[in-house]
């Protein structure tokens, strides 16, 4: 019913930066939090950046000052600029999207994951 379509992942070198975007789709009445969580081999998912629709924002603290969340609400479109990538930033990177449908139950989605490796 809703579905998410993330882009912008890659090889990057370390200090280099990568702009992550996801777009959700379907019968999305509305959207109340979109979020980036990342999960390395061997390791649990956690959370990067969150972002309410309005506009309370919440990072980790290992990518404050590094990772940039924001939202574009007419697209339902979330969007994470990581500049100053760290090899430990690599990882398999999820956007998840929290809302109503049009049905006026409550929704919880993944996307499929991107993945992006900083690596000299």
């Known amino acids: 019913q809703v579905q998410l379509v993330e882009s912008g992942g890659g090889l990057v070198q370390p200090g280099g930066s990568l702009r992550l975007s996801c777009a959700a789709s379907g019968s999305i009445f509305s959207i109340y939090a979109m979020a980036w969580y990342r999960q390395a081999p061997g390791e649990h998912r956690e959370l990067v950046a969150r972002?309410?629709?309005?506009?309370?924002?919440n990072y980790a603290d290992s990518v404050k000052g590094r990772f940039t969340i924001s939202r574009d609400n007419a697209k339902n479109t979330v969007y994470l600029q990581m500049n100053s990538l760290k090899p430990e930033d690599t990882a398999v990177y999820y956007c998840?999207?929290?809302?109503?449908?049009?049905?006026?139950?409550?929704?919880?989605?993944w996307g499929q994951g991107t993945q992006v490796t900083v690596s000299s």
């Open positions: 998840k999207t929290d809302g109503t449908l049009q049905a006026g139950s409550e929704f919880h989605s």
């Open positions: 972002i309410t629709s309005g506009g309370s924002i």
